[in-house]
């Protein structure tokens, strides 16, 4: 599936080719580790895959990485799962975070400028961040906090959360967070599994102009979380520090150098986790090396960033790409962290944001783009961009729409880089590549180190064809285990049930013959709005808590232009009507206990909910019959309690088209 016009949409220049880093480290690699000097990027991307050993160990070599004992040899194991890295070395991550803050000449540069809605801009330097670091590590330790324990956070995208996590990392303690949007119960299906020691909370915080308290919450986790020898209170909203919690200010006032704590490669740095579609949230637990090396591989080279740098990605702290962003300072680049609605106070306050940080890397979801061009937003027109070398979209992907309003709206010039990658890896399977071309609707190669492939149900490769998103060789950020999976094989039956040996990931992929990827959705039923992915199993557990609701079932559907469909399909108790009332109490009750992201576009009356003989939901089927695919085509009929049910569904998409 190529686009009909070959032509690209955008091509670097000569100049900009020469001075790309993964153009440098090409020729360093080719004079040192025997890497193709010529060949361009495909060459080294072959490379890359058949020499793994060597092209990790260029890598930790390219960018100084310090190990503290030296390895072995790079892989002990290449099976998947299981691959053993770097057998032997010690390092961390947070010395390599903070390894600026060293240089004189930068120590008094920003290593972070925070902004929120109010658009005013907050600077931290990098001796400020290192000294902050310094003092919450020797604080976490004498609370008594020990490599491996778990600290957690319920925080916003300001700086403290940052600080929080890079003096976990520094004393080797293992970091997990949510944002503050999210309810009581969606935090505790996720730091109940993995029993933190330490609480760091805000009193509340500021979305769409308004102030939202959530002091009531902190109170609940506190009481639900046993585990917690500590809470540490940060007044974003100006309140006094709750009974028996700590004062932020009271752990980051001293001015001691961080004492980072030598671990393993493999050591854990920090719990991730899934949308929870099936039951409760897989909590994915990657290792201080992996993503140390796996973030200088895409920051540094994929996404071309360096000192002169600043990088704005607009996240919150519970999506991956917020652990992305902060991943900027290993690169010495400056990041932009900002703590606000996406579109406020009006639909462009993002490039707005990027014109005052002065970004040169401005990143968002596929979703704010086109809300934008739905908007009438006019970016070069109303901001200064000339700063901004390139914008980058993920959560889904981006429509060929959204590559032609962003080359038109933005700059001729402009290096669009849709990227596609995973919370389970913390990183990009495919996407920004400084040295290619960009065609319209499509990521530009697969990542450096990634054999990526598209898979037919026999397991072999496509080319032009749609197929699954498969990885065929380890990588450093996949998950070292899950957080209570003592087997392995909840881990084992994420991504390796389907294709022995070989990653799975659940995403619909072209490979196209230029090389170039194409992806078009998810393959599985993960809800994924606004860039954040969701689980079903939330939004039923808090809508059938109502009496009115039998059985509910949701489903989320990518839209050919762009926009994301979410309807909630209700089946009622004897009785109830789906009227004004009850739709807006369904609101409210998701709203309140999980979060605004999870209010459907839709709610819908069904007749029932299909099962499978075993009594599960089945959500895959019904999203490819709202796709169109016809219902002998969607599901197998034998494995269905109830078939006629799906005729429903099946008359929902032939409505809509």
């Not at 990027?41 to 890598?59: G, I, N, P, Q």
């Not at 961080?258 to 854990?268: A, G, I, M, R, T």
Request: glycine share 8%.
């Amino acid at each position: 599936m190529t686009t009909a016009n070959p032509s690209p949409l955008w091509q670097p220049g000569p100049q900009q080719i020469a001075d790309a880093r993964i153009t440098r480290f090409q020729a360093w690699a080719a004079e040192r580790y025997g890497a193709p000097a010529d060949g361009g990027y495909e060459a080294l991307h072959r490379w890359s895959v058949t020499e793994l050993d060597t092209f990790w160990k260029a890598v930790t070599d390219f960018f100084d990485v310090r190990f503290t004992q030296p390895y072995a040899r790079v892989l002990g194991s290449r099976a998947m799962p299981g691959a053993e890295w770097f057998p032997g070395a010690t390092l961390n991550y947070a010395a390599h975070a903070l390894r600026t803050a060293d240089d004189p000449a930068r120590a008094d540069t920003p290593a972070i400028l925070h902004t929120d809605e109010t658009h005013e801009l907050r600077p931290v330097t990098w001796a400020e961040l290192r000294r902050q670091v310094g003092s919450l590590a020797a604080e976490l330790r004498a609370l008594g906090v020990r490599p491996g324990d778990r600290v957690s956070g319920y925080l916003p995208n300001i700086p403290e959360a940052v600080v929080a996590l890079l003096a976990t990392a520094a004393v080797g303690a293992v970091w997990t967070s949510c944002a503050p949007d999210f309810g009581a119960r969606s935090v505790l299906d996720r730091f109940q599994q993995v029993e933190p020691v330490v609480l760091f909370t805000v009193d509340g915080y500021r979305y769409g102009g308004k102030e939202h308290d959530r002091r009531d919450t902190v109170t609940e986790l506190r009481a639900e979380l046993p585990s917690l020898r500590a809470v540490v209170h940060i007044p974003l909203l100006g309140t006094e520090a709750p009974q028996g919690a700590v004062e932020w200010s009271s752990l980051t006032s001293a001015d001691v150098a961080p004492v980072y704590e030598d671990v393993p490669f493999d050591h854990p740095l920090w719990v991730l986790y899934s949308s929870g579609t099936t039951g409760l949230p897989k909590a994915i637990v990657q290792s201080q090396g992996g993503i140390l090396v796996e973030h200088l591989k895409q920051l540094g080279l994929h996404c071309d960033l360096g000192p002169d740098d600043r990088f704005f990605w607009y996240t919150s702290t519970g999506w991956m790409m917020w652990n992305f962003l902060v991943s900027g300072l290993l690169t010495g680049t400056t990041i932009v962290t900002y703590d606000g609605s996406p579109g406020y106070p009006e639909t462009g306050a993002q490039w707005s944001i990027a014109e005052r940080t002065g970004a040169t890397l401005y990143g968002t979801s596929a979703a704010y783009v086109m809300a934008c061009r739905k908007a009438g937003v006019h970016p070069s027109r109303d901001y200064d961009l000339a700063r901004v070398k390139c914008v980058a979209t993920t959560g889904s992907p981006l429509p060929p729409d959204g590559f032609r309003w962003l080359h038109d709206e933005v700059r001729a010039d402009l290096w669009i880089a849709s990227v596609s990658g995973g919370t389970d890896v913390c990183s990009c399977f495919a996407g920004a590549v400084p040295t290619l071309p960009v065609h319209i609707g499509e990521l530009q190669a697969p990542s450096l180190g990634t054999d990526l492939q598209a898979w037919d149900p026999e397991g072999k490769p496509l080319i032009d064809e749609v197929g699954e998103l498969v990885v065929t060789n380890p990588m450093p950020s996949m998950p070292i285990h899950f957080w209570n999976d003592p087997d392995g094989s909840r881990y084992h039956d994420s991504y390796f049930d389907t294709y022995p040996g070989a990653w799975r990931h659940g995403d619909w992929i072209t490979v196209t013959s230029r090389g170039s990827v194409v992806i078009h959705g998810r393959s599985d039923s993960t809800l994924n709005r606004q860039g954040v992915r969701m689980g079903s199993a939330d939004i039923y557990e808090a809508v059938e808590r109502l009496p009115e609701i039998r059985e509910s079932l949701v489903i989320g559907l990518e839209q050919p232009d762009g926009g994301y469909w979410m309807p909630l399909f209700v089946h009622l108790a004897p009785g109830a009507t789906l009227d004004d009332d009850l739709r807006a109490r369904i609101k409210q009750v998701i709203r309140e206990q999980l979060s605004p992201r999870h209010v459907p576009d839709e709610i819908i009356e069904a007749p029932g909910v299909p099962h499978t003989l075993t009594g599960k939901r089945i959500e895959v089927p019904v999203k490819r019959l709202l796709q169109g695919t016809p219902l002998e085509k969607a599901v197998n009929p034998g494995s269905i309690d109830n078939l006629e049910l799906l005729r429903f569904y099946e008359e929902i998409a032939r409505r809509r088209t």
